[in-house]
Antibody, heavy 123, light 107 residues
Framework: EVQLLESGGGLVQPGGSLRLSCAASGFTFSNYVMSWVRQAPGKGLECVSVISEGGANTYYADSVKGRFTVSRDNSKDTLYLQMNSLRVEDTAVYYC????????????????WGQGTLVTVSS | EIVLTQSPATLSLSPGERATLSCRAT??????LAWYQQKPGQAPRLLIF???ARATGIPARFSGSGSGTDFTLSISSLEPEDFAIYYC?????????FGPGTKVDIK
């Protein structure tokens, strides 16, 4: 059974930093593209970042480019999102999600999602 | 950035009725469109990918159609567990974008 477990969320002041983690199990983590998707309270979904199977390729939303860094440790089956210079508008539930296919050329269909971790940016 | 619009914003129906949800893209996305279902307090769940393929374990009452800029999600006969918010999402171009959602609620 595929499981994705996010952690690392919490309350942080504007300008602060947080690192989110997503522990994966139930599939061969190193074979799949992984994504971070966020959802502000009562709002819709936004793809924040995507990372290829080996970590060499990444995408970032313009809203987080230069502030967030996605990475992965395939030896630990774990996905990360380092978030710096946090803003009030970054407040959201952050989900990690597995891509349906293990191929960077077909990226973008998210077949399994974690339960999310809440990040609140407030003074 | 490709913008997705969904209509209607809210669909009020009774169990057993047919639901038809629409998603329109500001530019063609070929068949690179997915549909997700989200219930309160839960993560989204993949229903349909590549416009018309059902994801693993999704009941046959869910079907998707369309290509280019216009897409439809149909639920043939609503079950009580189908009342939720439905999002479309394109993966044709980065950034991958979601529509604002259609809420299907009980009439």
């Amino acid at each position: 059974e595929v499981q994705l477990l996010e952690s690392g969320g919490g309350l942080v002041q504007p300008g602060g930093s947080l690192r989110l983690s997503c522990a994966a199990s139930g599939f061969t983590f190193s074979n799949y593209v992984m994504s971070w998707v966020r959802q502000a309270p009562g709002k819709g979904l936004e793809c924040v970042s995507v990372i290829s199977e080996g970590g060499a390729n990444t995408y970032y939303a313009d809203s987080v480019k230069g502030r967030f860094t996605v990475s992965r440790d395939n030896s630990k089956d774990t996905l990360y999102l380092q978030m710096n210079s946090l803003r009030v508008e970054d407040t959201a539930v952050y989900y990690c999600a597995k891509d349906r296919r293990g191929n960077w050329n077909y990226v973008g269909t998210l077949d399994y999602w974690g339960q999310g971790t809440l990040v609140t940016v407030s003074s | 950035e490709i913008v997705l619009t969904q209509s209607p914003a809210t669909l009020s129906l009774s169990p057993g009725e047919r639901a038809t949800l629409s998603c329109r893209a500001t530019q063609g996305v070929s068949s690179y469109l997915a549909w997700y279902q989200q219930k309160p307090g839960q993560a989204p769940r993949l229903l349909i990918f590549d416009a018309s393929a059902r994801a693993t374990g999704i009941p046959a009452r869910f079907s998707g159609s369309g290509s280019g800029t216009d897409f439809t999600l149909s639920i043939s006969s609503l079950e009580p567990e189908d009342f939720a918010i439905y999002y479309c999402q394109q993966r044709s171009n980065w950034p991958f974008t979601f529509g604002p959602g259609t809420k299907v609620d009980i009439k």
